[in-house]
């Protein structure tokens, strides 16, 4: 956790509680084992104090819950008073494997479902928490963004429907574009990146890794992940490469132009470990033929580094481009929903971001700086020297 002294000397802007919606269960309960440990541990006067009742807690999570009728209409019920809360929804809008029944037939929530749910339950609160803040990792519709033509823009109007819905802040993760935010720019919009839980996971797999300009290279899959390579690399004191994407404009399939080719920008990686970042797999159709043509380029290892690991079609694509050696491993994170049988693949690696997660409910909670949060430099340093020192005693002994 960044920086506890921090919270030792602040007082918490209202009294904590989580609600945690169905799609992110397994991950709202890690983050409030997590909470309940910040604050057993932390040296603050303010949680023996009358008026800070509920500081201390064996739960936080709020008993809630959205229930569907037999037509496929919906209604959110909030079982507690949340009177005065300062309140933190969490939920998973990609979390596809959430059934309900509609005119008999077995039916899955979609992100349109899980958006109208958190909805449903905001507006069950009714105005009576002290402050609502939404935990929504995977921006709904952030893909849609921008408008080309004659388009929706629907990342933009659901931040202008949770703004005027009475939400102050809206947490996410890796937003595919941060700029849809200006839609409505008086709102908080916290947006951050997990590069540290990414090279722990690695480091944690990995015990042979050299981390220098000669011996690793960090690359971009396309234009828009460049920003978050190049930090990245910076940080690990090597070099950046992307490819960039020759599109078909002459065609339009599946609403978009097709990829007729990955060129390569960037300095030789001829034996060199790579990791290629960016903000989630969906097919994974480009991130496995970037992967083969940095194979095909004579790389060491390949190491496949996204925020949000989707797979929406499936993992068959994948195990046949480990078996053909395209890729080494992939690290996604716990922010979305897990297929059952990912973690038993050879070649996955789960970057846990529940502790990260805590730690920023509890940073705005108590309403502190999150300067430290949003850029965690240091701690990648600390872990660097950490893994330096041991790989040089493994060596020398």
């Known amino acids: 956790m960044a920086n506890t002294s921090l919270l030792e000397h602040a007082i918490p802007v209202a009294p904590l509680k989580l609600i945690v919606m169905e799609s992110a269960l397994s991950l709202g309960n890690s983050v409030n084992s997590h909470l309940i440990q910040f604050r057993k541990s932390i040296n603050n006067n303010v949680k023996n104090e009358p008026a800070f009742q509920g500081y201390l807690s064996s739960n936080y999570i709020l ?54 749910d958190l909805k449903r339950i905001i507006s069950a609160v009714n105005g009576k928490a002290h402050r609502i803040n939404v935990i929504m990792p995977f921006l709904y519709e952030s893909r849609q963004h921008k408008r080309s033509g004659r388009e929706s823009l629907d990342c933009a109007y659901a931040i202008e429907e949770l703004a005027n819905m009475g939400v102050t802040n809206l947490i996410t993760f890796d937003a595919h574009d941060p700029k849809v935010q200006n839609a409505k720019p008086l709102t908080g919009f916290d947006n951050f990146t997990p590069p540290y839980q990414f090279i722990r996971a690695l480091l944690n797999t990995e015990h042979d890794m050299i981390i220098d300009k000669d011996h690793m290279l960090v690359i971009s899959p396309d234009e828009g992940a460049l920003d978050r390579a190049v930090y990245f ?135 502190v700086s999150m300067a430290g949060v949003y850029t965690p430099t240091e701690k990648i340093h600390a872990v660097l020297d950490e893994y330096n020192k041991r790989e040089t005693l493994f060596i020398q002994n």
């Open 233 to 367: 690399a910076n940080v690990l004191g090597v070099d950046t490469g992307m490819f960039y994407k020759r599109r078909d404009y002459t065609k339009i399939v599946n609403g978009k132009n097709p990829i007729v080719a990955h060129e390569f920008l960037g300095d030789n990686v001829d034996g060199k470990d790579i990791i290629i970042i960016d903000d989630m797999i969906s097919s994974g159709g480009s991130m496995i033929d970037t992967a083969r043509q940095l194979k095909s380029m004579n790389a060491r290892r390949v190491y496949i580094c996204c925020t949000f690991g989707l797979f929406t079609d499936g993992m068959a694509k994948f195990d046949e481009a480990y078996e053909k050696g395209y890729f080494d491993k992939i690290v996604t994170t716990n922010l979305t929903y897990q297929i059952d049988d990912l973690k038993k693949r050879p070649y996955y690696v789960e970057a846990d971001m529940s502790k990260f997660l805590a730690s920023i409910i509890d940073f705005m909670n108590h309403d």
């Open 63 to 116: 008993d809630s819950a959205c229930y569907r009728f037999g037509s496929g209409e919906g209604k959110a019920i909030i079982n507690e008073s949340i009177r005065g809360k300062d309140l933190f929804i969490l939920t998973d809008v990609c979390n596809h494997s959430i059934p309900y029944k509609m005119n008999g037939l077995i039916n899955y929530k979609s992100p349109d479902d899980h958006f109208q």
